[in-house]
């Protein structure tokens, strides 16, 4: 299976946020990032609402159950119980627990899955009760795998930052991939699935999918809202999922 992209409207909220007006409008281009072919759409709605609102939330879930039912919905965030109560009332498809302060401008490390396992187990199954898919955001370390998948998740989300900053710096990069693809072939011999997500980029993309050949999803915010500026929401998604091996019309 090709890896999926779901696209991250953050960076669209934000710049509307600047003003009160309703544009850019999160659900319009929303909507033509389904059309082109994205598989989903990615929030993170925060507690002081910087960019995705509460309000936006309800109204992407129609937009995706009323026009895109195949489309997935992933609703990233700190698990506190205002959060969850949100997305027990949303429903999203997958949910992405991030062990963000509230203070932080972006999520910036994984969990500590092994200091945090009782605390995140309660959580996991309370999620998964509620038919949700849940994938925990990770930092490029193998030995956090077992008590990774020791928590109940379905999947992992690899934090790609420190990957996406040696954009200059070839070395680093392959280093930082090693350490990617090493973490996601001891998640997967564990049972669980592997996302990715954090400044990954049409050149990036693909040789991080070729040393993760089986990476299941990666969520795209800031990168593709900065290209969809130059190129349009529409090209950008294609663009990202050629990068991602999703040729056109296959």
Not at 4 to 30: E, F, H, I, K, Y
Not at 215 to 235: C, K, N, Y
Request: aromatic share 6%; with cysteine; charged share 25%.
């Amino acid at each position: 299976m090709p890896t999926q992209l779901s696209v991250n409207l953050n960076a669209v909220a934000m710049l509307r946020n600047r003003r009160d007006l309703p544009w850019p409008s999160v659900t319009g281009l929303g909507r033509i990032a389904l059309n082109a072919g994205a598989h989903g759409l990615t929030v993170h709605p925060r507690p002081d609402q910087r960019h995705i609102r509460f309000s936006d939330l309800p109204e992407i879930r129609k937009l995706i159950d009323d026009e895109f039912p195949d489309a997935e919905l992933n609703i990233e965030g700190f698990p506190s119980d205002e959060f969850l109560n949100l997305v027990e009332t949303i429903s999203p498809e997958q949910v992405t627990l991030v062990p963000d302060d509230p203070s932080q401008p972006t999520s910036d490390h994984g969990f500590d899955f092994k200091a945090e396992l009782e605390r995140l187990k309660p959580i996991v199954r309370r999620l998964k009760d509620g038919n949700t898919r849940v994938s925990i955001f990770s930092d490029a370390d193998p030995n956090q795998m077992e008590a990774a998948a020791a928590t109940g998740c379905d999947r992992i989300e690899l934090y790609t930052g420190p990957y996406g900053a040696t954009y200059d710096n070839p070395d680093a990069a392959e280093s930082e991939l090693r350490a990617l693809g090493a973490t996601a072939d001891r998640a997967l011999s564990l049972g669980l699935g592997v996302n990715a997500g954090h400044d990954l980029t049409v050149s990036n993309l693909p040789p991080l999918i070729e040393r993760i050949p089986f990476l299941a999803e990666v969520s795209i915010g800031h990168g593709l809202t900065a290209d969809a500026l130059e190129f349009g929401m529409a090209e950008t998604v294609h663009r990202f999922r050629a990068a991602c091996d999703q040729r056109i019309g296959t």
